[in-house]
């Protein structure tokens, strides 16, 4: 038996063999991996986090079935004291064996502390009938991670005791499911050119489907060992394409709010960012046309600051300092793109300045008030979306260019609402979204590295016209994250995304498989 005792309560509501349901509160203390295997650690975590890598935070849940499913209260990412993880908690499953032994399965994410990072794992406890004590075990098994890749087990030891809960509900997802391989049978399309998209490694791959009209097909999502039961529900980082749903959105919904808020200076929102972004907009920061830069390569900035203060700082003051002095003034802002996350930190800091003075007396928040509550809670969205990253102090400032959680079908059900609020504008700012996601053959934005590639209001678009065979430029609206992770939205029927974690950024064979069969231009 492990020396780190695992403390599982579990209450169940009917005692006894007939017991239809269970419901109660877990409490769980792991110890360390047994043993834990690197297969990539980029960043030398191992060597800099030596026990904290293979050790974990405590869990405690309340836990309720529905039927064969199993429901934590909490699935946001658990507030936890440990130097490096946190858990999210899923929709699992629960059963009885023969001998009347309860069996749980509960998929247990780790995200990383101040970060993006999941490593995917399950949980499944044994519970003889009638017994004190059980055992556990718990084995991560995969990841959208790039720079640490890791399998471990935890095992434990288990008791409990009997109490009822309050009923919980499962989510249900907007979109109805099917394999990516009915897509041949439904509509022709080779889901092999989908999942992954030529020049992704499947090794590396987590996730990839599409929406085609109301339906969602969606690709396996195996570990090292065996399938994991969850695809619907996987928790996936967003990494930059918060910069798109959280930076760009936000800046859509303030200028739709109150007209003339993209283009309010940066300096007079937040004084501390000195007299250097005076004249830089919050349009021009969330485009990263700031004038700011070190290195006029498009990208050399941000590779050179992976480890900066904005990545690492804890808090508010620290990070905002970092991004408002890092790269001088260079030349007037709203001319030249130049890649920085910063930027983004910088233009949602000002618009949370902003919302605070258009509500002075609600406490308002960007993130969960503004975009959240305001926007997103009518769609059939998970519990993950009301998690951002934010810093760890009083300011509570969220991130902005990195830090949600979502499942695939939110990813789907935001780029649906998306394209919907480009045809009928309601919530966002008609000027700002509908050259974004609706280009209709105009060159949209700001060149963006490479020809056929273009940047405007934090979202990406690719001129696929001569690689579908169009008459004409056909602008695709995506989104893009660190590792390798797309939404693009092909058309108003069709869109397409993968999650993968090796800085593979190639689609375009996703998008002609679907072109091939249901055109997207003529």
Known sequence: MNRYPVILLLWFCCAGAAASSISGHIAVQFGAAEPLQLAVDR????????????????????????????????????????PLWQFIAGEGDWSRSDDN???????LTLIERDANC???GILRVSLPARASSGVAEFDITSQTC?????????RGTVAWQPSARPRLEAHQAAFPVSGLEQLRQDHG??????????????????????????????????????????????????????????????????????????????????????????????????NMQTGHYADPGYFNDEDSAIESPLFLAPGHVEKLAYACSAYPPQEPAGGRWVYHTSDTYIAVSAMSALLRELRPTANADIYRDLLYHELWTDLKVS??????????????????????VVTADDLLQLARWLQREARAPHSLAPSLLQPTISPAGRRPGVNAGTSGLRYLNGFWLLDAGSALGCRAPYWIPFLSGHGGITLALLSDQAIYYYVSDNNEYKW??????????????S
């Open 43 to 82: 960043l030398s975590m191992a060597q800099n986090y030596p026990r904290a890598l293979t050790t974990l935070p405590d869990l405690q849940l309340e836990l309720r079935s529905a039927g064969p499913v199993l429901i934590p209260d909490n699935r946001l990412p658990l507030a936890s004291g440990h």
């Open 101 to 107: 032994t309860l069996e749980l399965r509960l998929p």
């Open 118 to 120: 999941l490593h995917y």
């Open 146 to 154: 790039e720079y640490l890749k890791f399998t471990a087990r935890y």
């Open 189 to 286: 399309i080779d889901a092999t050119a989908l999942a992954p998209p030529q020049g992704v490694s499947t090794e590396h791959l987590t996730l990839a489907g599409l929406l085609l009209g109301d339906r969602h097909y969606q690709s396996a999502c195996g570990t090292v060992h065996e399938p994991y039961p969850w695809c619907e529900r996987l928790p996936l980082p967003t990494f930059s394409l918060s910069k798109s749903l959280f930076a760009g959105v936000a800046m859509m919904r303030l200028e739709q709010l109150a007209p003339g808020s993209a283009d309010r200076s940066i300096g007079e929102l937040l004084p501390d960012c000195g007299d250097s972004w005076k004249d830089v907009s919050i349009r021009q920061a969330v």
């Open 383 to 404: 519990p993950l979306l009301a998690f951002t990253r934010r810093t760890d102090d009083i300011w509570a400032q969220p991130y902005g260019g990195w830090g949600q």
């Open 508 to 521: 375009l064979s996703a998008v002609i498989a679907v072109h091939q069969q249901t055109p997207l231009c």
